[in-house]
């Protein structure tokens, strides 16, 4: 009898055990940028936390690499290949109303975008319904985009003809109003078309010329005030993989995203910081656009800017919206300060 207690008792424990083991869910996050890079270091391994935290354990992170190109990264999520990823919208023309975090002249930081990015979109650009298919758990602007060239750039009729890698999206809009021939490739591509000379300079953040290398292939930058144009990236959740939760799992995962992924946009910044004195530490010239250029650069982006602006009326007031992102965005920048 003892020993039935005994072999019981332990089916017992096994059985708890097993119960347990199944209650956990890795939650698999597909990502295309190399491990190094702050969101796959930081971003990502950040959220995971603060969802194991509020979950209790019973939700945890993995990032795996190499599932899928950086443009089919929303399939890999809404057909199950992975639970989560990030998604650059630029490189999907299905997205144009996401396309009003990425205009010129925003002038804050990648922190500042972010935020006002996410309440934005929660009252005017989800009406777009452009992530029909998965779930929407944070949006994110990299910092101000700038102009990285072999050659110095002294006017913007230099830029004219050169082959300059564009990564859609409004970027690619600036590339034509600049008369640039366009060269497009996804971001982990760059650093080989510069080096191999297929194309003459890119349009990317600053934290660039360190993530990707850029210092040692394009030794000039000319920085836009008020940023040559944002970058907007979607970070996703498969619908099923959430409805597997329990109701109180759910409302946890949620309770970390959207607003509060926001706030992981300080990483940008972190990065652009970065990026920039290891510019400066190895030699790469910095220079700010003149006064002329600033004014000639945003007279031919004003034609942009007015063509979003009747691409969304049937959304939404794209001029109102537009006031009300910056003028959210500056005021959630004075708050850092």
């Known amino acids: 009898m003892q020993n039935l207690k005994i072999i019981f008792g332990a089916l017992g424990v096994c059985a708890l055990s097993a119960s347990s083991v199944h209650a956990e869910t890795v939650l698999r996050i597909s990502s295309w940028a190399p491990p190094t890079h702050f969101i796959n270091s930081k971003v990502w391994p950040e959220w995971g936390a603060m969802v194991e935290k509020v979950t209790e354990g019973r939700v945890k992170t993995k990032i795996e690499y190499k599932l899928a190109s950086p443009p089919k990264q929303f399939g ?4 199950g290949i992975a639970d989560a990823a990030w998604i ?8 144009v109303a996401t396309q ?14 972010a935020v006002a990015y996410w ?27 700038v102009i990285h060239t072999k050659k110095p750039i002294r006017s913007l009729d230099d830029l004219k003809g050169l082959k300059i890698r564009v990564p859609g999206g409004v970027g690619s809009l600036v590339g034509r ?49 008020g940023g040559l144009y944002y970058g907007s990236f979607g970070f996703i959740l498969n619908p099923r993989l959430l409805a597997k939760l329990s109701k109180k799992d759910q409302a946890a995962v949620m309770s970390v995203s959207g607003a509060e992924f926001a706030k992981l946009g300080r990483h940008w910044d972190e990065a652009d910081t970065v990026g920039r004195a290891d510019a400066l530490k190895s030699g790469t010239k910095i220079a700010v656009a003149t006064d002329a250029m600033k ?11 007015d063509a979003w602006v009747k691409k969304v009326s049937k959304w939404f007031d794209g ?19």
């Open 177 to 225: 109003a600049l008369g640039v021939t366009a060269v497009k490739l996804p971001a982990p591509k760059v650093y080989e078309s510069l080096s191999s000379g297929v194309a003459d300079g890119v349009f990317m953040p600053m934290e660039t010329q360190k993530s990707f290398r850029l210092k040692e292939v394009v030794p000039n930058v000319t920085i836009m005030p």
């Open 119 to 145: 309440q934005v979109h929660q009252k005017h650009l989800k009406k777009a319904n452009e992530h029909r298919g998965v779930v929407l758990i944070g949006l994110h602007s990299h910092g101000p985009a």
């Open 319 to 337: 001029k109102a919206v537009l006031a009300e992102l910056r003028a959210t965005a500056r005021a959630y920048e004075k708050t850092k300060k």
């Open 88 to 95: 650059f919208h630029g490189y999907n023309t299905r997205y």
């Open 295 to 305: 004014a000639d650069y945003y007279a031919r982006m004003k034609p942009v800017e």
């Open 100 to 113: 009003a975090v990425e205009m010129p002249g925003l002038g804050t930081s990648g922190e500042a975008a």
């Open 76 to 79: 890999v999520v809404r057909d």
